[in-house]
């Protein structure tokens, strides 16, 4: 099985940074596509970007310019370095990964547990 570790949450102020961290572990895995949710109180899980194994990158309207996704292959690890943050931005945020399970050769999904994120005005 693959599990996800997310890191970097925490309390910001309006304007700051934080970088999150996600690091994959298992065993006989390939990493695929990995992708970076948010969930704010009493609303959906949405998209905030996501990145193929290759590095091409999708990032959500609301975060274009402030927010960069990215990742390690060779740590099995992805990171979102987010930048000018707003209260909007205070959410849950979700790390998700697919991944090549390599004795079956299925394709799987997996979630992290969440990481708090707080933005102060």
């Known amino acids: 099985q693959v599990q996800l570790v997310e890191s970097g949450g925490g309390l910001v102020q309006a304007g700051g940074s934080l970088r999150l961290s996600c690091a994959a572990s298992?065993?006989?895995?390939?990493?695929?596509?990995m992708a970076w949710y948010r969930q704010a109180p009493g609303k959906q899980r949405d998209l905030v970007a996501s990145?193929?194994?290759?590095?091409?990158?999708n990032t959500a309207d609301s975060v274009k310019g402030r927010f960069t996704i990215s990742r390690d292959n060779a740590k099995n690890t992805v990171y979102l370095q987010m930048n000018s943050l707003k209260p909007e931005d205070t959410a849950v945020y979700y790390c998700?990964?697919?991944?090549?399970?390599?004795?079956?050769?299925?394709?799987?999904?997996?979630w992290g547990q969440g990481t708090l994120v707080t933005v102060s005005s």
């Open positions: 998700n990964a697919a991944f090549l399970f390599l004795p079956t050769f299925k394709n799987l999904e997996v």
């Open positions: 298992g065993n006989s895995f390939r990493l695929n596509a």
């Open positions: 990145i193929t194994r290759t590095g091409t990158t």
